[in-house]
């Protein structure tokens, strides 16, 4: 905490928001902004030179965090915020690159990049906040909606299978895995720290109410209503088995942190690989300035 | 406009006579260019240029990633151009259809990157091995909205080397992306390709900005035009959105924004085109026909002109080395001298339509169409000329 602002009444993370474009467009009660919060703590505990974070989203409720952080940050297309990331990475490995978006844009258009950044064990960290549904957009049906929950084009409720988050990025390769509620914002904060001085790829799944969309339609009533069923539901399971980790509806909430291993990054292993096959004829990636 | 200009970095330019194909010679033009960034998905024609980077990249101190799709090769580039490389990606038809999106966020935070595509014969899975000419509108007008692009068109190996180098030197010159529009036969024909040694090769540098941190402003145009670019990292902590923006990066959703907006990406172009258009012409004085083409086309309608320049007809020629900015001006031009334009393309009658629309009803311009698949027997463009010049 910032003794500092707070003593001039300002907001704590006030020197990483772009104050200029507050306020936000995110409704009262929704969870992106705790989430915003936490991780401004976390970059701040993190000891990392800020000037060398750089925060990639792409379309959506959460798609619009890139356009608050006063970091270099990128506002892209629906869907490509992990492949923009891997290019700004590859190209400037000094930078740490940070992808904040939501579950539709990461897992519903942009599944395919989602694995495949994991397989690569590319290294970003990935903050992935789920609230059930398209809301942006006015409250679709999404690949992480629970079974039976009503959405606006599941008006009959949904009976397609989710995907479980951590399970799929697990499978694909993830080095370190979470997953929280907007209700648990110090255990948010310290995974995202965690993940941010990680190499590799890391993944932070943050269950987050949308109450003007998934919780209107549902009856579920308001976000404290939505907070308390995180309290009641939410069972911290650190190192659970991530194929136990399905939601249902208005059902229990296994968090936790699920994964947390080492293996070489893309560039490391490249670097590695292409030593050894090429010797000298290989220039090292990512130590040197080309400017 | 005058930008800082500096010499090849000899590391990447392979220096010498070679005997290789336009896809390997695009590659070589990349890396000769400076390009440290090839993000690609693989697909037939265009393979061999990927091929070719993947394994000269790693000696030159670049990364070559082969990406999950189409989608992410294009949304690589523009990451990879905001973190400080020089990118390019080579892909074909249905490759090229799956970038559009991500080519609009490429102009609209106005990027500096290559894209080649070796085009095949379409629609849809088409013809993958058979050549064609058929994306050079959706090379213009493929993403939505209002945009203007760099489109050039090499005919040979060697112009896919030289025109390579071209293409990244405007791509940064105008913050645009830069098409290299050719074609499966040019991609696959051998020829003899010079290399230049690299203090021969001028190279322009990104239009980097160096003055106070706080006073960046991303889209502030500077007195040419283009606004300063920053590298990823540097600690400008700047923001760049596909939303409609003002100078700051920041969306700013009205019509008044948009209007200054859309005006400086499409102007940037427009009011440059005299300086970026290029186009190569022979015995225009006189001519009473002109035999328009580009790319492959131009090499197979030499053996019409021929035929019809020793039966005595007046036969000009005239080459799109640039085919957007599309060289409208000098078509008005010629349309008042001479009797026809005859237009060979590889396509339906694509790029026709802008000749007839540029010379305004003052000549015929004869489309000379072909579905692709194969180059046009020259006799159907002899033909064309001789009906025209009757």
């Not at chain 2, 240029?49 to 394994?55: L, M």
């Not at chain 2, 005299?274 to 328009?292: F, L, M, P, S, T």
Request: proline share 5%.
């Amino acid at each position: 905490m910032n003794d500092e602002a707070q003593n001039k009444g300002q907001n704590p993370i006030e020197g990483l928001l772009r104050m200029d474009r507050i306020p936000h467009i995110w409704c009262p009660g929704c969870g992106i902004g705790t989430v915003v919060t936490s991780f401004a703590e976390a970059l701040k505990k993190s000891g990392l030179d800020l000037d060398k974070v750089a925060v990639v989203s792409g379309i959506g409720c959460t798609g619009r965090v890139a356009g608050y952080i006063k970091l270099d940050s990128f506002h892209t297309t629906h869907g490509r915020a992990i492949p923009f990331a891997t290019g700004l990475k590859l190209a400037n490995p000094e930078v740490n690159v940070v992808v904040f978006s939501g579950d539709g844009d990461l897992a519903g258009i942009g599944g395919n990049h989602l694995i495949h950044a994991a397989r690569r064990n590319m290294d970003l960290t990935v903050i992935c906040v789920n609230n059930f549904n398209y809301a942006m957009t006015g409250g679709q049906v999404a690949a992480t909606t629970p079974q039976n929950a009503n959405a606006s084009t599941a008006p009959y409720g949904n009976f397609e299978f989710p995907f479980s988050l951590p399970n799929l990025v697990e499978s694909a390769g993830a080095t370190y895995v979470a997953r929280w509620t907007a209700l648990h914002l110090r255990r948010v904060t310290k995974s995202i720290q965690e993940a941010l001085l990680k190499p590799g790829f890391s993944f932070i799944e943050v269950i987050t109410p949308c109450v003007t969309l998934y919780a209107r339609r549902n009856r579920l009533g308001d976000g404290l209503n939505l907070l308390k069923y995180y309290y009641d539901n939410s069972e911290i399971r650190h190192g659970a088995d991530t194929k136990e980790l399905d939601i249902s509806y208005q059902g229990k909430l296994i968090v936790g942190k699920f994964v947390d291993k080492e293996k070489p990054t893309f560039i490391d292993a490249m670097n590695t690989h292409m030593g050894e096959v090429l010797g000298d004829d290989y220039e090292k990636y990512g130590r040197i300035n080309d400017d | 406009m005058r930008r800082k200009k500096v010499k090849a970095d000899p590391k990447g330019v392979l220096t010498g006579a070679h005997y290789m194909d336009g896809d390997y010679a695009l590659a070589e033009g990349a890396l000769a260019a400076g390009c440290r960034f090839f993000g690609g998905y693989p697909i037939t024609p265009s393979t061999e240029t990927a091929e070719r980077f993947s394994e000269r990249i790693p000696k030159v101190g670049g990364v070559f990633i082969q990406m999950e799709d189409e989608l992410a090769s294009i949304a690589s580039l523009i990451g990879a151009a905001w973190g400080g490389k020089k990118p390019m990606t080579v892909t074909s038809g249905p490759g090229f259809s799956l970038m559009m999106e991500n080519i609009g966020l490429a102009c609209m935070m106005e990027t500096p990157l290559v894209i080649a595509n070796i085009q095949r014969g379409g629609p849809s899975t088409g013809l993958p091995t058979l050549t064609g000419q058929q994306d050079m509108m959706q090379a213009k007008w493929g993403s939505h909205g209002d945009y203007e692009i760099i489109a050039l068109s090499p005919d040979s190996p060697q112009e896919c080397f030289d025109l390579t180098i071209d293409a990244f030197n405007l791509a940064e010159t105008y913050r645009v992306p830069v098409f290299v529009m050719t074609d499966e036969c040019v991609g696959h024909m051998h020829e003899k390709v010079i290399i230049p040694p690299a203090e021969e090769i001028d190279l322009v540098e990104r239009k980097w900005y160096n003055g106070p941190k706080d006073q960046y402003l991303p889209y502030k145009p500077d007195k040419d035009g283009i606004p300063f670019m920053v590298k990823t990292g540097d600690g400008y902590r700047f923001h760049t959105t596909g939303l409609t923006h003002d100078e700051r990066g920041y969306p700013e959703l009205n019509a008044e924004c948009q209007d200054v907006s859309l005006k400086h990406l499409i102007n940037k172009i427009r009011h440059n085109a005299d300086k970026i258009i290029r186009i190569e012409e022979d015995q225009i004085e006189g001519a009473e026909i002109v035999v328009v083409s580009y790319g492959i086309t131009s090499r197979v309608a030499t053996k019409a002109i021929h035929k019809a320049r020793k039966e005595g007809l007046k036969v000009g020629t005239m080459r799109l080395i640039t085919a957007w900015p599309f060289p409208e001006k000098r078509f008005h031009e010629l349309a008042s001298k001479i009797k026809s334009f005859v237009f060979p393309e590889i396509n339906f009658g694509q790029m026709v339509r802008e000749a007839e629309r540029s010379v305004k009803g003052l000549c015929p311009v004869v489309s000379v169409p072909h579905c692709g698949g194969w180059v046009h027997d020259p006799e159907d463009i002899y033909n064309a000329i001789k009906e025209a010049s009757k």
